[in-house]
């Protein structure tokens, strides 16, 4: 959560800055790597499921699918808004530099940025569910499905 309210931070207050671009490129640096780092924690925390490690990847990429494709686009996002910020305002501080694709972007990173935080503190929360790190009716009602599913498959495909 601390990495959330950094880059809620930088978001808020990263162009107050913008006077000083080596400042704010470092912020930014730290900014995208904070968003990568989160990524990964996710996906650790998802890898210490039990669910993962009976082999239920496809339960979990189900349930976590939005926080995982918005976090690559975010990253995204972020990384391009970054770099095209920097590359503007790098020799020009004291102008006002916004182009139409940048206001575009500028609010399209915005806009991720909000579900981002919403899709992270979800899954944040939805990891904290017990009935993800032991053995469950639940768990074995998918389990089932899933099993009965493939042998379905197999007895169609002979």
């Not at 959330?4 to 912020?27: H, K, T, W």
């Not at 890898?47 to 976090?71: I, K, P």
């Amino acid at each position: 959560m601390s990495l959330l309210c950094f880059d809620l931070f930088v978001n808020s207050c990263g162009e107050l800055i913008r006077y000083e671009p080596a400042n704010q490129l470092m912020l930014f640096i730290v900014q995208d790597i904070s968003i990568l780092l989160n990524l990964i924690i996710i996906l650790l925390m998802l890898f210490n499921t039990y669910v993962f490690q009976v082999g239920l990847v496809s339960v979990l990429l189900e349930r976590f699918r939005a926080l995982l494709m918005l976090s690559v686009l975010y990253l995204t996002f972020s990384i391009t808004l970054h770099c095209w910020l920097m590359n503007l305002r790098w020799f020009n501080t004291n102008t006002y530099i916004w182009t139409d694709g940048l206001q575009v972007l500028f609010m399209l990173h915005r806009t991720a940025s909000v579900l981002y935080y919403y899709f992270y503190k979800r899954t944040a929360e939805c990891l904290g569910d017990p009935r993800l790190y032991e053995d469950s009716p639940w768990l074995q009602d998918i389990f089932t499905r899933v099993r009965h599913q493939g042998s379905f498959l197999n007895s169609q495909q002979h």
